[in-house]
């Protein structure tokens, strides 16, 4: 069954300490992405990658940190720079950057601060 | 740079009804509009995009350049359709397959 799959679906962080989101996918596509989804405001993004080994930021990349060193898993860390992280987080995929293809989405990670 | 503005956080109708999602958008170049939609405890999901210019599970969406908007309608609201709306842009010329979000709209479709 092909798709994205985003682990843990619930997350605990305590203060000073970095945490990572889990994204894999299946699905073959060259370009993953970060978001994260706080209500009433949409989704924003925090990174991308085009290509394995490459990623670029979005439009709210402090405090966070990815890899790309497989083409099927783009970790997120949310590190202890983030100050206020609490949030749902979403990530996606799509066949490439130039695509315009839909993005498929995972079922997220619902972020809390301890 | 492109921003998309869904006017209504909630938006709540009786099963028959009509519902039109506002979705409005700026950006200065040839825009790419879609609708994704978020049911409950599913994944967010692409609903259409107007470059189908299809009808998804009833619902339509004309792209109207001279408004900047991408209004979201459906005739007769059924309850399945309650869920969360987000309206999404695509700009050409950038580095590919960035989208832009709006804020979302909750629909509730009461009985």
């Known amino acids: 069954d092909g798709g994205i799959t985003q682990s843990p679906k619930y997350l605990f962080r305590k203060e000073g300490q970095n945490v990572t989101l889990s994204c894999e996918q299946n699905l073959n596509h060259d370009a993953m992405y970060w978001y994260r989804q706080d209500p009433g405001q949409g989704l924003r993004l925090i990174y991308y990658s085009q290509i394995v080994n490459d990623f670029q930021k979005g439009d709210i990349a402090e405090g966070y940190s990815v890899s790309r060193e497989k083409k099927e898993s783009f970790p997120l860390t949310v590190t202890s720079a983030q100050k206020n992280p609490t949030a749902f987080y979403l990530c996606?995929?799509?066949?490439?950057?130039?695509?315009?293809?839909?993005?498929?989405f995972g079922d997220g990670t619902r972020l809390s601060i301890l | 740079a492109q921003r998309v503005t869904q006017p209504e956080k909630l938006l709540s109708v009786f099963k028959g009804a009509p519902v039109e999602l506002k979705c409005n958008y700026s950006?200065?170049?040839?825009?790419?509009l879609f609708w994704y939609v978020q049911y409950s405890r599913q994944r967010l999901q692409l609903l259409l995009r107007?470059?189908s210019r299809e009808s998804i599970k009833g619902f339509t969406a004309d792209l109207n350049k001279g408004e900047t908007s991408f209004h979201l309608k459906k005739p007769f609201a059924q309850e399945e359709d309650s869920a969360m709306y987000y309206c999404?842009?695509?700009?050409?010329?950038?580095?590919?397959?960035?989208?832009?979000f709006g804020g979302g709209t909750r629909l509730m479709v009461k009985p």
């Open positions: 950006y200065s170049g040839s825009p790419e």
């Open positions: 996606a995929s799509s066949i490439n950057i130039q695509s315009n293809q839909p993005q498929h």
């Open positions: 999404a842009l695509r700009s050409d010329g950038n580095a590919g397959n960035m989208l832009t």
């Open positions: 107007h470059i």
